[in-house]
Structure formats: structure tokens, C-alpha cells
């Protein structure tokens, strides 16, 4: 008898790949959007399965929930296009670098299967001495903090170049009545689990991109059924909101560069505070940010 284990893992990694497939080869853009969202919550119940639950609320929120609503939102101002299955041309290069890819990702996970790896037991050993209890929480925000804050500035510039294009004026429907009663129950829960995300992230799976996900998931539900006024980079909250992640960041940079013993390396004692700190900014960043990439006034980019 198969172990359950194994046929639920190679059941995952099975569809994981059919719907990579199908998402490139869907006859419709709308079929290639659905089965990207449907990738992506599978994706997220791999990495549970994986033990990373870190990456799996990150890809439930951001990689198939809000990132899914910014397609749908793209394929509304799209012109119509006739479907075409033919391997044309342009099609060759782009599965030669996807071979090749896929060859490095083979490459650089293979020595996994060799035994532990010295990292894991390296952060443990520091781990006192970053201001949390969580392992990937240290490496993202004491360790390895400027990948964090790279990965903050990324989103930023998605939403300045966003800010470059003009879409077309569409009409916004009348709310649903249903999702109208739902949204006023589900962007409460959205702040109220982002809220715990956040508190927890320093001891357990959770941090500032799941929580701003959240809070964000939660602002787009309340937006879209027009409880929420329109959120426009031109209302200066909202860009303070969007810039202080990154501006406390480097601010926290620069000082400690100036004070202390390099570039983001933190004072012991204030370890816990400044991590705290800057999960705190990066939270309210994020959910502001992605936001406005789902559900920012659309009159500011028609100027």
C-alpha cells in the first residue's frame, strides 16, 4: 500500500506542473489568469507541506489573491486577441531559457539531498543574539536584512511604474448585496489576523508581508464595494504610508552604520526594538502599496 504521504506529495508536484503548462497554453487569457490563481494556492499548500508556512501565507495572499486580482484588473483594458496554439517562433527562445532555468534550479537544490547544510545550525546558534525567536524572521530582518529591504523597494517600484500607465475609463459595477454583507465581515478578520501575523512574526511563522497582504486583501474587499474612499498617491497619507517602510529602513541603515559597527548591523540591546520597529513601517508599507496596485484612483493615472 502506497504511503498517503508520498501520493499526497506527488500529487501536488504532479498538478503543481500541469498547470504550469496549462496556464502558458490556455486558449483564453481569462482561463490562463484563473489557472494561474489556482497554481498559485496549490503552490501555497506545497510549502506548508514543505514546513515553511512563512512562504505559504505569502503566496496564498500575495501570489494568488492579490496578484490574481491585478491580472483580472489587466485583462479588463486589454483588446480582445484571437487564441493561437501554434509554436511560433518567439515561443523557441523562451523554452530554451526555461530549460536552462530549470537546469540551475536542479543544480542549486541537488546538494540538499546530500545532508544537513551548515546554515540552519549557524542561525541557531546566533539566534539569541538577533532579538527574536523565530529563525527566518533573524535572517530577514537582523542577518540578512538588506534582502528584506530590497525586496521592499521592488514593490515600491511596482507601484511607481505603474503610476506611468494610462488605462482606459471602465464603469464600476453596482457591489454584489452579498459580497457587500461579506466584505463588512471579512476586512475586520483581514485586520484583526494581520494584526496577529505581525505580533507573532517575531516568535512564530508570520511577519510584515504576510500581514500587509492582509491588511491589503482587506482595504481592496472594502474598496471594490465602495466602503472605502478612493486611495490616490496624491492624498499625502497615503504617500507616507507607502514610503516609510523603505525610509525607516535606510534611516535604521544609515544609523547604525554611523553608530554602530556597519550597515544594518544592530546594537544588541536594541535587537528586539528596531526589528519590531521596522516590521511595524514595512506592514503598514506593504498594505498601503499593494493597495493602491489593486484598487488606487485610476483619474490620477488618466493626467
Known sequence: MPNPEW?????????????????????????????????????????????????????????????????????????????????TAQKIPATVFAALVLALLLKAVWPLDEGPLPLPALVQENLQDSGVSHPVTAVLLNFRAWDTLLELLVVLFALLGLRQLRPA?????????LLLAWSQILAPLAVLIGGYLLWRGTAAPGGAFQAGALLAAGAVVLRLNGLLPSLSWHQWPIRVLVLMGVALFLGVAAATAWLGEGWLVYPRVWNTTLIVTIEVAATLSIAATLALLVAGGREELRE
Open 7 to 87: 501520493l499526497m506529495d506527488g500529487t501536488l508536484g504532479l498538478l503543481l506542473i500541469v498547470l504550469a503548462v496549462a496556464v502558458l497554453h490556455a486558449r483564453t487569457p481569462y482561463a490562463s489568469i484563473v489557472l494561474f490563481i489556482t497554481f498559485g494556492l496549490l503552490l501555497a499548500i506545497t510549502w506548508a507541506r514543505l514546513g515553511a508556512p512563512d512562504l505559504a501565507l505569502a503566496e496564498a495572499a500575495i501570489g494568488a489573491g492579490l496578484t490574481g486580482a491585478l491580472l483580472l484588473g489587466a485583462l479588463a483594458h486589454a483588446r480582445p486577441e484571437r487564441p493561437s496554439t501554434k509554436l
Open 169 to 177: 475609463s471602465l464603469a464600476t459595477p453596482e457591489p454584489w448585496p
